[in-house]
């Protein structure tokens, strides 16, 4: 009888242990997963960087990816 409820109590102490484990991976999984979403929103929200480069005309630095030449109206080219 008494070995009986000791297997009882292990299996008990086992199952409980596996649901504390559960829980804290299931926790730390959580707080990763928000940590990640919390580091893309912040790298989605920042602006991101553009390379500039000088106007061949006038000198003038404006980004890479524009036209070739500046947005300025007196600019000669
Ligand atoms: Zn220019």
Redesign the pocket.
């Known amino acids: 009888m008494f070995g009986f409820s000791f297997m009882k109590l292990l299996v008990l102490a086992a199952i409980i242990t596996a649901v504390w484990y559960g829980f804290k991976m299931m926790t730390k999984i959580t707080e990763d997963r928000k940590d990640r979403v919390d580091n893309l929103r912040k790298s989605a929200s920042r602006p991101t960087t553009e390379d500039m480069v000088a106007?061949p005309?006038?000198g003038?630095f404006v980004a890479a990816n524009s036209s070739s030449?500046?947005d300025?109206a007196n600019?000669p080219?």
Do not use: A, F
């Open positions: 106007c005309e006038c003038t030449k500046c300025r600019c080219y």
